[in-house]
């Protein structure tokens, strides 16, 4: 659990700003909602201090505007004065119900036109602002991020590129590969996970999960997660395993290698409970073939934690997996945009990540230390312990 006493030790950088742009608007009014109620009923500062000038508010969020021009070029414009200021700025790059008119044709923004935008906020508050962060749950090109032959490197270059714009820190969730921050080595990377939301989550939801090595194995779908996997397995204590996908090297369809298979490696799961942990769904095709295969290994149910819920073929496989019992929830984030008719499905149960990005944003705001915002192994240990006690219901479990 963080620490918030250690925020009444310490001055704020600079008084705080929010800029949530229109792709995160959700997400981003939950965020500022808990900032304001952190700082108004949990801390006690100290009065008539300049350096806490502004420290509690109803609301931390300053107006900006996006202007376009019929052409489809655009403009950023800051509303609000930001100098000296601690500003962050809060985007999801994935959010594909935005659009906007060009030459009388109507367009949806993509991953490009929203890192665009984000640079033209950037743009306009730079020598105004005392410090410019980026909060970029989804990170912008992330499965690009690695060079194959004659291919472009656009997760490490977008992430240099908004360094020497002037931004001091990047925050991202669950990063595809970490390791773009090499094309940066100075500058501010911090990748969370979303461990804690994942347990609360399903303990919220499945009153009889045993968790304990003997009744719950966490499996990670290819050796990418395996890392994500056994970290899970470990503060929960349960079992882990991996699959690993042979791919047919040869073709290359929609960007990568087909997988031919999926082999698995790990102890026997007949009569288990299994958790497929993952930092997302794109189509799903491969999860929902995991979730089979692990149906027909003997699980005894099958449940489906992903950062990052992107069903970018629709929802067609997943309903007909639910339906033929290939697997018994999915457990997402509200970190990028689902369409409202998605979050409708029996199966789907959302981990809310608005009071876990409100404690990141407060503890850097002081630069506090973030060893136990990042980490939090302790708190996942303790509900656990309560879960397995006897205690169900989320005011018994969670604080």
Request: hydrophobic letters at 35%; charged letters at 25%; glycine letters at 6%.
């Amino acid at each position: 659990m963080p620490d918030f006493s250690k925020l009444e030790t310490s001055i704020p950088v600079a008084p705080l700003n929010l800029i949530v742009m229109d792709s995160a608007k959700e997400l981003g009014d939950s965020v500022d909602h808990y900032i304001a109620e952190f700082r108004h009923n949990l801390y006690k500062m100290p009065e008539n201090d300049p350096a806490f000038h502004g420290y509690v508010k109803d609301s931390y969020k300053i107006k900006y505007c996006l202007d376009r021009f019929g052409s489809g070029e655009a403009k950023a414009a800051i509303n609000e004065s930001v100098r000296g200021n601690d500003v962050y700025i809060l985007t999801d790059v994935c959010n594909y119900s935005i659009t906007y008119k060009m030459y009388n044709y109507i367009n949806h923004k993509s991953p490009d036109d929203h890192y665009q935008d984000l640079k033209r906020v950037i743009g306009a508050l730079t020598g105004k602002a005392k410090r410019i962060n980026v909060i970029m749950p989804f990170l912008y090109e992330g499965r690009q991020h690695k060079r194959n032959g004659m291919e472009s490197l656009d997760a490490a270059q977008m992430f240099k590129e908004l360094y020497d714009m002037g931004i001091s820190n990047f925050i991202t969730f669950d990063a595809h590969d970490p390791r773009i921050s090499n094309s940066k080595p100075l500058g501010g990377f911090d990748n969370f996970l979303a461990s804690y939301q994942f347990m609360k989550a399903l303990l919220s939801h499945i009153d009889d999960l045993i968790v304990d090595k003997d009744h719950l194995t966490v499996i990670s779908p290819d050796e990418g997660a395996l890392d994500r996997a056994v970290y899970f397995a470990n503060v929960i204590g349960a079992d882990t395993g991996m699959f690993y996908k042979r791919r047919d090297y040869a073709h290359v369809v929609n960007g990568s290698n087909p997988i031919v298979a999926h082999e698995f490696l790990g102890s026997d799961i007949s009569g288990r409970d299994v958790i497929i942990i993952d930092d997302m769904i794109s189509s799903g095709s491969s999860m929902i073939d995991t979730a089979k295969q692990l149906k027909s290994m003997g699980a005894k149910r099958v449940f489906i934690c992903t950062t990052f819920g992107l069903f970018t073929n629709g929802m067609d496989k997943f309903d007909e997996g639910y339906e033929k019992k290939y697997f018994d929830a999915v457990i997402t984030t509200n970190l990028t945009y689902m369409d409202p008719e998605i979050t409708t499905r029996p199966y789907i149960f959302i981990a809310d990540m608005g009071k876990f990005l409100a404690t990141i944003i407060d503890f850097l705001n002081h630069d506090a230390t973030m060893q136990s915002v990042n980490m939090p192994t302790e708190k996942i240990r303790e509900i656990v312990g309560k879960y397995n006690s006897g205690c169900k219901t989320p005011g018994e479990l969670f604080d």
